[in-house]
């Protein structure tokens, strides 16, 4: 059985840090995409950011490059997504979910390729 699940989120205030976590198990992780999206009440869920299998490819969305950095532990089935400068627009569920692509196309309007999905961690930006 696939299980994908996020550590991490929390409460923060504007202009601070957290680090999300996903951590995969019962699949082949080494195969795997993983992507982080984010869902804020009202509102679809977007893609954030992605990464490949050997770091090949990485995606960030425009509203969180240069903030936001996301890396993979291949050993500990880990994807990691660093996050600075937080913002309040930064609020919302964050999901991790895993695809065979990381890529523009499959993190915009293609969110149907992502074959697992983990459960979701609340970050909070409020002061």
């Known amino acids: 059985q696939v299980q994908l699940v996020e550590s991490g989120g929390g409460l923060v205030q504007p202009g601070g840090s957290l680090r999300l976590s996903c951590t995969a198990s019962?699949?082949?992780?080494?195969?795997?995409?993983i992507g982080w999206f984010r869902q804020a009440p009202g509102q679809e869920r977007e893609g954030v950011s992605c990464i490949s299998p050997g770091d090949r490819h990485i995606y960030y969305a425009d509203s969180v490059k240069g903030r936001f950095t996301i890396s993979r532990d291949n050993g500990k089935n880990t994807v990691s997504l660093q996050m600075h400068s937080l913002q309040n627009e930064d609020t919302a569920v964050y999901y991790c979910?895993?695809?065979?692509?990381?890529?523009?196309?499959?993190?915009?309007?293609?969110?149907?390729?992502?074959?697992?999905w983990g459960q979701g961690t609340q970050v909070t930006v409020s002061s």
């Open positions: 019962g699949l082949t992780f080494d195969y795997y995409s």
């Open positions: 979910a895993a695809a065979l692509q990381c890529s523009a196309a499959t993190m915009v309007g293609h969110l149907n390729l992502f074959d697992y």
